[in-house]
């Protein structure tokens, strides 16, 4: 489905703002690839840019990849932005940068979404998803190109439905320069965990794509060169679990006719866990890994945040059932809940240990807008508005010793010996139980093991020799090499690479403590 009706032909830049430093970018990973240079293709911006009508030219620009130019600026004749929080600073600059040239400038997404006043300076506010504020910004665009005298603000009320949304224009993207593709089938979770805006943003009721859409989506990014890992950008993929097993069969059949190159991972509640039916599918569409949101292994907190739903099954117990089907859990965990005791620290480290789950992502508690959180530390008076902070929580231990306890476990976690005992771990125990899939003419390609042993020999010298850590790289390589394991050797130590890089910048104070932060680490860029 495309926007009809409009006869004006309009010039369309569409950029996507850079990402500071982060611990889910794996940009230390970047070097050891074969020319990665960005994390993922933006759903976004590439979602309406196939939505504009046919006959409007646009460039899409990720920032990730290379900076908007001049003669960008200069041929366009407006400007769409899209982003999250973390990257306001510089979605600011891009508007100051536009306005350079007298383009008007148009901000979608997320962060907008929640916060429409952190953008005084943007000429237009589309507040939403996909809907008439989206014709409705077309409409005035097709009118009148230039800067309106005043912010104007379209806020979506009839959203068109996701199985009309038309397939992202990922050829417009360089999608061998992406760590991972990006694929969204869902949007809305029905759980309402106390600290998170997506129930407030996209509703508890999951809207969904058609199975075909899907399909169709995976045969585009193929189309474009995107063949490694796929990512469910869902908020929960098993929000909606008869959606979910109605989709898996689909994508078990395109994995068998297209030689199970590509590989799939997901975003879901730990209680997938409970859903054998689900798992099963999951394993034989070659799903690799499941990022679940576990924030904390005590049941106190999780109960006070609204997340007993992690406990449906002992946590541990959760883990190594979805391990069995060869998948990998990545979590996600947070430091400074009020139930949180100087004790915690070493829980969560021991936690670690038992899990032996060797990425997780820990952040400290963040208060976002439209959240439950949000409304509750309003009212107590400890919501915080102060760019030094690495939280705007005022929290209920001295933000120091928090903030400390946080570099700790990053410095303890991620020491590469215990951080390579896990992916040992994980290369024995769950890769094991990874369906064996037929090894296809594409695998064999000149191509793809040309690929292989460019990020081989990376991997050797900039690890193996250049490493500070290489005595431990090399006694997990040679494991590997000996079992013929080249897939295991290849994403463990890169993806470990990028870890122990950051973690040590993060226990030196050197990264923020979340990744929702507003502390600046860079020059702050005003957009005016």
Not at 257 to 267: N, P, Q, S, V
């Amino acid at each position: 489905m495309r926007a009809v009706g409009i006869e004006t032909v309009r010039r369309i830049l569409c950029v996507f703002p850079r990402y500071t430093s982060s611990f889910g970018t794996f940009e230390h990973a970047y070097p050891l690839t074969d020319g990665v240079s960005a994390f993922m293709p933006p759903q976004g911006l590439l979602l309406i840019a196939a939505y504009l009508p046919e006959h409007w030219p646009v460039r899409f620009i990720d920032e990730n990849i290379r900076p908007a130019t001049r003669e960008d600026f200069e041929w366009a004749e407006a400007v769409f932005v899209s982003g999250m929080h973390i990257q306001r600073q510089q979605m600011n600059d891009i508007c100051r940068r536009a306005h350079a040239f007298d383009l008007p400038v148009a901000i979608g997404g997320p962060s907008v979404s929640a916060c429409p006043d952190y953008y005084p300076s943007f000429d237009y506010l589309h507040v939403g998803e996909l809907g008439d504020a989206t014709n409705e910004l077309l409409a005035r665009l097709a009118r009148d190109p230039s800067r309106p005298e005043q912010q104007v603000v379209l806020k979506t009320a009839d959203r068109i439905d996701m199985s009309e949304f038309p397939i992202p224009a990922y050829e417009l993207a360089e999608t061998r320069k992406y760590f991972l593709g990006s694929i969204q089938y869902s949007s809305g979770c029905p759980y309402q965990c106390e600290f998170c805006d997506i129930p407030g943003l996209y509703g508890r009721n999951p809207r969904l794509k058609t199975p075909q859409q899907i399909i169709a989506e995976l045969d585009k990014l193929r189309e474009c060169g995107m063949t490694d890992t796929v990512y469910f950008v869902d908020d929960n993929f098993i929000g909606n679990r008869k959606a979910a097993l109605d989709l898996l069969p689909h994508l078990v059949e395109w994995q068998k006719k297209t030689g199970y190159i590509t590989r799939l991972a997901c975003e879901a509640t730990l209680n997938i866990a409970k859903r054998p039916e689900i798992l099963g599918l999951m394993r034989e569409a070659f799903f690799v890994t499941v990022f679940c949101g576990i924030e904390t292994p005590d049941p106190d907190a999780l109960k006070a945040m609204h997340k007993d739903h992690n406990m449906m099954v002992p946590i541990l117990e959760g883990i190594r059932t979805i391990n069995s089907y060869g998948i990998e859990v990545v979590s996600g965990i947070i430091m400074g809940l009020d139930t949180d005791k100087p004790e915690t620290p070493d829980a969560l480290l021991a936690f670690v240990e038992e899990s032996r789950i060797p990425l997780l992502t820990i952040n400290l508690l963040q208060a976002l807008p439209k959240t439950p959180l949000w409304d509750r530390l309003e009212r107590e008076n400890r919501l915080i508005d102060d760019d030094s902070r690495d939280s705007n929580v005022e929290f209920l231990l001295p933000y120091e010793q928090v903030v400390g306890s946080w570099r700790r476990c990053m410095e303890v976690a991620y020491e590469p010996e215990k951080l390579f005992a896990r992916y040992q771990h994980q290369c024995d125990y769950t890769y094991a139980n990874r369906l064996k899939v037929p090894v296809s003419p594409e695998m064999r390609s000149w191509a793809n093991i040309r690929r292989g042993l460019i990020m081989l020999r990376n991997l050797f010298w900039k690890v193996g020799v250049l490493g500070d850590y290489r005595k431990v790289f090399w006694k997990f390589a040679l494991g590997r090499l000996r079992r013929g394991d080249f897939e295991g050797l290849i994403g463990s130590a890169m993806i470990a690479h990028h870890l122990i890089k950051f973690a040590r910048a993060a226990s030196v104070g050197q990264q923020n403590a979340s990744n929702y932060s507003i502390r600046l680490r860079e020059a702050s860029v005003p957009a005016e």
